[in-house]
């Protein structure tokens, strides 16, 4: 197994197959080990969620190894916190960011008091 921390692992996984493709492989995977083989039932799980060339490219990295795939879950609260933040300084009221994010008002602020 490749023992690596999450945030090294998220890091990986994001230069070799792009952004949105570790993130779909973290949606469906996140939080468990996943062994990579050359199987065709393996390239097929990872195509579908990836696309058959980055498949590709993440069985021949990790080829006959079992990694860890983190679940991004903090990642994906620092990208929101981001478009929040540039939300409000584009102009946009509070109201308009908490719909636009499904939060709370106050949820909304917390973010943006946190940035502060």
Do not use: W
């Not at 792009?18 to 799980?45: H, K, M, P, W």
């Not at 190894?65 to 679940?71: G, K, L, N, Q």
């Not at 981001?82 to 946009?92: N, P, V």
């Amino acid at each position: 197994m490749i023992a690596k921390t999450s945030r090294v692992m998220i890091d990986t996984l994001n230069e070799l197959i792009g952004i949105d493709a570790a993130r779909n492989l973290a949606v469906i995977y996140g939080g468990t080990r996943f062994y990579f083989c050359e199987s065709q039932l393996c390239f097929t799980r990872l195509s579908v969620i990836m696309g058959e060339a980055r498949a590709r490219k993440i069985i021949a990295e990790f080829k006959g190894a079992t990694i860890e795939i983190p679940r991004f879950s903090d990642a994906i609260k620092k990208e929101r916190a981001k478009e929040i933040i540039a939300d409000q300084e584009a102009g946009m009221t509070v109201r308009d960011i908490a719909l636009k994010h499904e939060l709370t008002e106050r949820g909304a602020r917390m973010i943006l008091n946190d940035a502060n």
